[in-house]
C-alpha cells in the first residue's frame, strides 16, 4: 500500500513538473489591427487586409526576399498560424523565420532556421542565408495529401532546446536535432515573401506559448 502511495504521490511530481514547463499560455503576436511588436517593410511589402498580414504581389515581380519580423527574440516555443499562398509567375515560395536575425548587408534579408512554404519546399526545414540548404524535408506524395493548395493551412513550429519539429493540418512533417552548438537556439521570428515570383501571401491567427 505504502509503495501504490508513493508511486501515486511521484507521479504526481511528475505531472506538475510537466505542466509548469510549458504553462505560460498562448500569446496573440497580431492584433489583426496594426503592426504592433513588429517591424518591416510596411510602406511597399507588407500590409494589413481583413485581419491578415500580406505580403507580396500578383500584379508585379517581387524584387527580392523580404520579412516582417518580431521586436523582440524567442527560444523555445510552440507558434501556431494559418498560411495561405497564392502566386501567378515565377518562384512563388513563402515561410517562417526562426531563431533569426536580420542582416546588414542586405539589410531586408534574414539568416536562421526557415519552416518553408512552396512547390517542392512545402512544410520542411530550410536554413536561411547561413548554410543555405534543406535541413530536413518530408515525403512529397504525403505532404501533398496534407495540404491545401492556394488556401488557408494550419503550421505548427515547436522549438524544444535543440529540437525542432514542424506540423502542417496536424501532419508532423520534420522532427530534427541540431547537432551544431555554433548555431544559435534564440532569435526573432519573421514572416517572409520570396522574391522572383508574382506572389501573395497572408498571414493569420498567430499564436505563440512560449517553453520555459
Known amino acids: 500500500m505504502k509503495r501504490l502511495l508513493l508511486s501515486f504521490i511521484l507521479l504526481l511530481f511528475i505531472l506538475m513538473a510537466c505542466k509548469n514547463k510549458?504553462?505560460?499560455?498562448?500569446?496573440?503576436?497580431?492584433?489583426g489591427k496594426t503592426f504592433s511588436g513588429w517591424e518591416g517593410d510596411t510602406i511597399s511589402t507588407w500590409r494589413i487586409k481583413n485581419g491578415t498580414i500580406t505580403g507580396g504581389s500578383?500584379?508585379?515581380?517581387?524584387?527580392?526576399?523580404?520579412?516582417?519580423?518580431t521586436k523582440r527574440s524567442y527560444a523555445n516555443f510552440i507558434l501556431k498560424l494559418k498560411i495561405k499562398l497564392i502566386g501567378n509567375e515565377g518562384f512563388i515560395n513563402s515561410g517562417i523565420q526562426f531563431r533569426s536575425k536580420r542582416l546588414i548587408d542586405p539589410?531586408?534579408?534574414?539568416?536562421?532556421?526557415?519552416?518553408?512554404?512552396?512547390?517542392?519546399?512545402?512544410?520542411?526545414?530550410?536554413?536561411?542565408?547561413?548554410?543555405?540548404k534543406?535541413?530536413?524535408?518530408?515525403?512529397?506524395?504525403k505532404v501533398l495529401s496534407w495540404i491545401n493548395i492556394n488556401d488557408w493551412n494550419d503550421y505548427e513550429i515547436r522549438?524544444?532546446?535543440?529540437?525542432?519539429?514542424?506540423?502542417?493540418?496536424?501532419?508532423?512533417?520534420?522532427?530534427?536535432?541540431?547537432?551544431?552548438?555554433?548555431?544559435?537556439?534564440?532569435?526573432?521570428i519573421g514572416l517572409q515573401i520570396h522574391g522572383d515570383g508574382k506572389a501573395l501571401v497572408a498571414f493569420k491567427d498567430i499564436f505563440i506559448e512560449e517553453i520555459k
Not at 520534420?174 to 537556439?185: A, G
Request: aromatic residues 12%.
Open 134 to 141: 534543406t535541413l530536413m524535408a518530408p515525403d512529397s506524395l
Open 58 to 69: 500578383l500584379d508585379k515581380t517581387v524584387p527580392h526576399n523580404d520579412f516582417l519580423c
Open 22 to 31: 510549458t504553462a505560460t499560455g498562448a500569446t496573440s503576436l497580431f492584433n
Open 159 to 188: 522549438a524544444e532546446n535543440r529540437n525542432i519539429r514542424l506540423y502542417i493540418n496536424g501532419h508532423m512533417t520534420v522532427d530534427y536535432t541540431e547537432e551544431d552548438m555554433t548555431i544559435p537556439q534564440t532569435g526573432l
Open 107 to 132: 539589410p531586408y534579408e534574414m539568416t536562421g532556421y526557415q519552416a518553408d512554404w512552396g512547390e517542392n519546399y512545402w512544410a520542411s526545414l530550410y536554413d536561411e542565408s547561413r548554410r543555405n
